[in-house]
């Protein structure tokens, strides 16, 4: 049996020898060449025994057919040529940037931003990717201290069965500690005020180990933050800030801090962010926020830390966890676009400038809570804490449901409405007084600076 490739010199084919064989049908000529058409099927030859019909003339239309084939392939080649003419031109003018693999490796470790001058939008537009979750660690936690907050802790004395607290003996101890971030080269670091309340002294421990004494600038017990300064004999390694404003749900996000403390420095968790523009409302204070809600574990410890989006900025604040029984991945951040003014403020005067305050602790209730308690939907004064209020008239269990002509239909109403304001400011509000049966007493009341340093101060 023949097989082409025991016979690579072609002697043995039959359509070579002109023999016929009794496994195979009479060979007809090829119209060309007069050999015998051969095709394999499997291990057995082939050959086609059908008469093939001379081909039809048509060398007219195969020329014409190649003509129109040169033609297509000259056009081609003219867009081409016009293609990378054009690209080179763009290359020249700068407005197509060429790089080496090295250098696109460098410019890849940062996320970069251009606003055109003149535009219309100020929302940014990121030219570069996302760094590795281990490049991220890498650049943030040099960024990241410890915050440790001392204070004095007296021992009493029992004498005749009283008992005396000596002013003047007591040691300093630490009484809790937090996390910070560096800001700048010459030792200004952001924190959490609740991490320096109350702070004899506040020490900072670098993720190298290395110890400072820090003086606390400024504090907004508002806002919760705080600003702190060190000396040290070396340039310190700033965190670069980002725009909040760009995050999305389910973006991936670092939160890097110190959980328990030093014992557990420079820790780093991973999560998504879970939404956006959260308001949360400081139990103290009661002046409303929007936050940023994370799932990245933050724990006792992570207060004053950064929140890291994957291009290597810090765009938000780590806060405050809900710790409670069913709750998990439960965090808050302060969003870096509330961030950066505030900490501007504090540096200059020690404290936020220009936020203008009713001046007294209120507390939004629904129409649900007002049924129960009688009263009409609104934000229930608690206390009066100006004396411009005072002035105006306000008193403690007064319901403000409205200023100027917005209606209070939620605690950030109000906080919104006065970001509108400045200190001195003259607002309408629209007060529902149970005591007296008066639903619509309106009352001229002058703002207060909400300086943000008392804990028992003004409202939103």
């Given at each position: ?417 006065l970001a509108t304001k400045k200190p001195g400011d003259t607002v309408t509000l629209t007060v529902s007084r149970a005591l007296t049966g008066e639903d619509s007493l309106q009352i001229e009341l002058v703002l207060s600076e909400n300086s943000g340093k008392s804990l028992t101060g003004q409202t939103n």
């Amino acid at each position: 049996m023949y097989s082409p490739y025991d016979d690579p010199n072609n002697q043995n084919n039959p359509s070579t020898q002109n023999t016929q064989t009794s496994d195979t049908r009479p060979v007809q000529p090829n119209y060309y060449t007069q050999q015998p058409v051969q095709y394999t099927w499997g291990a057995q030859p082939y050959y086609n025994t059908a008469q093939p019909q001379p081909p039809k003339k048509e060398k007219k239309k195969g020329g014409k057919f190649a003509v129109r084939l040169l033609c297509a392939v000259l056009c081609c080649a003219v867009v081409s040529l016009g293609s990378v003419g054009i690209f080179a031109a763009l290359i020249q003018t700068g407005v197509v940037n060429v790089e080496s693999p090295a250098s696109a490796q460098t410019t890849a470790a940062f996320t970069l931003y251009k606003l055109e001058q003149g535009a219309q939008t100020a929302t940014p537009t990121k030219t570069v990717g996302e760094m590795t979750s281990q490049e991220v660690a890498q650049k943030l936690i040099p960024s990241v201290v410890c915050v440790q907050n001392y204070q004095i802790s007296q021992q009493s004395i029992m004498f005749g069965g009283i008992e005396y607290m000596p002013s003047d003996s007591g040691d300093v101890s630490p009484t809790g500690e937090g996390s910070g971030i560096i800001f700048s080269k010459d030792g200004y670091i952001v924190t959490n005020q609740h991490v320096v309340d109350g702070a004899t002294n506040i020490k900072v421990v670098t993720h190298d180990g290395m110890s400072y004494e820090a003086e606390l600038i400024g504090e907004d017990t508002q806002t919760d933050l705080a600003v702190l300064k060190i000396n040290a004999d070396e340039e310190l390694t700033p965190a670069e800030f980002g725009s909040s404003e760009d995050l999305q749900v389910t973006d991936t996000v670092m939160a890097i801090g110190n959980p328990g403390g030093i014992q557990f420095n420079s820790s780093v968790t991973m999560g998504y962010v879970s939404a956006l523009n959260r308001q949360i409302t400081n139990g103290d204070t009661g002046f409303s926020m929007d936050c940023i809600q994370t799932d990245a574990a933050i724990n006792p410890g992570n207060s004053g830390g950064a929140l890291v989006d994957m291009n290597g900025h810090v765009v938000g604040i780590n806060s405050s966890k809900i710790v409670a029984t069913g709750y998990e991945g439960l965090g808050f951040a302060i969003p870096s676009d509330t961030v950066q003014p505030i900490v501007s403020d504090l540096i200059e005067y020690g404290y936020v400038k220009d936020r203008a305050a009713l001046g007294i602790s209120a507390q939004y209730i629904d129409r649900m809570t007002a049924m129960w308690n009688g009263l009409t939907p609104g934000l229930y004064v608690w206390d009066v804490t100006s004396q411009n209020a005072q002035n105006a008239g306000l008193q403690k269990g007064d319901v403000i449901v409205a200023i100027d002509d917005t209606s209070v239909t939620s605690q950030t109403t109000v906080s919104a409405y006065l970001a509108t304001k400045k200190p001195g400011d003259t607002v309408t509000l629209t007060v529902s007084r149970a005591l007296t049966g008066e639903d619509s007493l309106q009352i001229e009341l002058v703002l207060s600076e909400n300086s943000g340093k008392s804990l028992t101060g003004q409202t939103n």
